[in-house]
């Protein structure tokens, strides 16, 4: 299904049609991207197209393991994940690695952290990770620091370059300010301003955290206070590519040179904005999750403004 | 960012409550679960309520608003299916991380309007106001 909203509070050029299009997909696993010919597609992992796609190189896109949830619709996250990195191994190109947007664990225990290293290391790639908020419920984050982001500055941001393109993992997670959205904060903004600094304006830029860098939807924290922030450093640049987590669904739009674009979680679904009273795991029927995974292809395509986004029913 | 500050607090109906909670305090409690519902909307319309139980669910404390007496003890109860804090703007008070049916309790020693919500959530907010 596809639904439309508006939101241009993050907008970081006045240009852009005021238009979004969305896409909703219940649940979820990987997201896998390629960038060929300078080009990034997203397809689900699990999708025999996405396998096929990539003569350049790919990534792929894990968020929201939340490993130690254990309530309706999905009692068992860690065999979710299992699933997401069973369909991953299946792929005839292999991504060069993974990002991992964040709420890797449902409540910081360490045992759900070490479950998810232990999963997260069977792929035999390597693992970027930026932190959600179930990730750093205790002592600010140090443990999550000390197993997923040892060599991350501050909070546990961290840039690195592939084949070309500069992809920056941001932290809006951390110092949340009560009845406010997500939140940067003054030094990393100062640390991506000089990160980004030697850059040429035509470097493709990949940005991922875990809430939404543009406001999805304020009533339920799904934005980024400082995020305009971010997106005002990034505006030089011809391609920018915004990637996150934190809202379960698979939801996008294109500002300008900018694409962004969240993905699914692969424990548990959460409603679209505005669809419930709150923001809390969706019910499904039972057995009906496995049955929506690899529902949406993305394509998207850099330069064209409007995402491209097919909705496949497997069921 | 932005501050919860109960907007009829400020213009003056916060000592009439006051006054109506001193009489009601000792029932508090039962009026808490008999009354939950308008209760809840009372809460929500910004006036603090006397209560010495706050609820989670949805994504919201309720009552939002609470008064209570110097030296007593207000317990949160996580009815939620997911995690919630109870966290004060200042870092007074912060509970660890409450699962669904968790509960955390904090005694309130010094007058004050304590504002909180929970760090995950921001958006959740709660104020306590302690009487002298």
Redesign the interface.
């Known amino acids: 299904m596809t639904r439309r909203f508006d939101d241009d509070e993050t907008v970081p050029r006045g240009t852009s049609r005021r238009e979004a299009l969305t896409c909703m997909a219940w649940a979820g696993t990987g997201l896998l991207w390629s960038l060929t010919g300078g080009v990034p597609l997203a397809g689900m992992i699990g999708r025999a197209e996405a396998a096929t796609a990539a003569t350049g190189f790919t990534f792929a896109q894990f968020s929201d393991s939340h490993l130690g949830f254990n309530?309706?619709p999905n009692m068992d996250p860690v065999a979710t994940l299992r699933e997401a990195i069973a369909d991953l191994a299946k792929l005839s190109s292999k991504p060069a690695f993974i990002i991992h947007t964040g709420d890797i664990s449902?409540?910081?225990k360490p045992v759900e952290f070490d479950t998810a290293a232990e999963l997260m290391k069977e792929t035999g790639l390597p693992v970027f990770y930026v932190p959600g908020?179930?990730d750093v419920?205790?002592d600010e984050g140090v443990s999550y620091r000390e197993r997923f982001a040892p060599n991350s500055k501050g909070d546990g941001w961290f840039s690195f370059d592939h084949d070309g393109v500069h992809f920056v993992g941001l932290v809006n997670v951390q110092n949340?300010?009560?009845?406010?959205?997500g939140n940067l904060g003054n030094e990393q903004l100062v640390w991506l301003a000089d990160d980004l600094r030697p850059l040429k304006d035509s470097t493709p830029i990949v940005v991922f955290a875990h809430i939404p860098l543009w406001t999805v939807y304020?009533?339920?924290?799904w934005g980024t206070?400082d995020g305009a922030n971010a997106l005002a450093l990034l505006a030089r640049f011809g391609s920018v590519t915004v990637l996150n987590g934190h809202i379960h669904q698979i939801m996008q739009k294109v500002e300008g040179k900018v694409a962004f674009h969240t993905a699914r979680s692969t424990a548990f679904p959460q409603p679209t904005p505005g669809s419930a009273?709150?923001?809390?795991?969706m019910k499904v029927p039972a057995g009906d999750l496995k049955n929506w995974l690899g529902t949406t292809d993305v394509t998207f395509v850099r330069g064209i403004e409007r995402l491209a986004i097919v909705d496949h029913t497997l069921a | 960012m932005t501050k919860f500050v109960p907007d009829r607090a400020r213009r003056g109906l916060l000592p009439a409550v006051l006054a109506l909670s001193l009489l009601f305090a000792d029932r508090a409690v039962a009026a808490e679960g008999a009354h939950d519902h308008m209760m809840m909307e009372t809460a929500q319309a910004g006036v603090p309520v006397a209560a010495n139980a706050v609820k989670i669910d949805n994504f919201s404390f309720a009552p939002a608003a609470i008064i209570v007496a110097v030296g007593t003890t207000v317990t949160w109860t996580n009815e939620d299916d997911i995690p919630h804090t109870v966290t004060q703007e200042d870092k007074k008070f912060k509970s660890p991380p409450l699962d669904t049916d968790d509960h955390w309790s904090f005694t309130f020693t010094e007058p004050g309007e304590y504002h909180y919500f929970c760090s995950l959530h921001s958006k959740m907010v709660g104020m306590v106001v302690v009487k002298p």
């Open positions: 309530k309706d449902h409540l910081s908020e179930h419920l205790t949340l300010k009560a009845g406010g959205l304020a009533e339920w924290g206070d009273p709150s923001a809390g795991p």
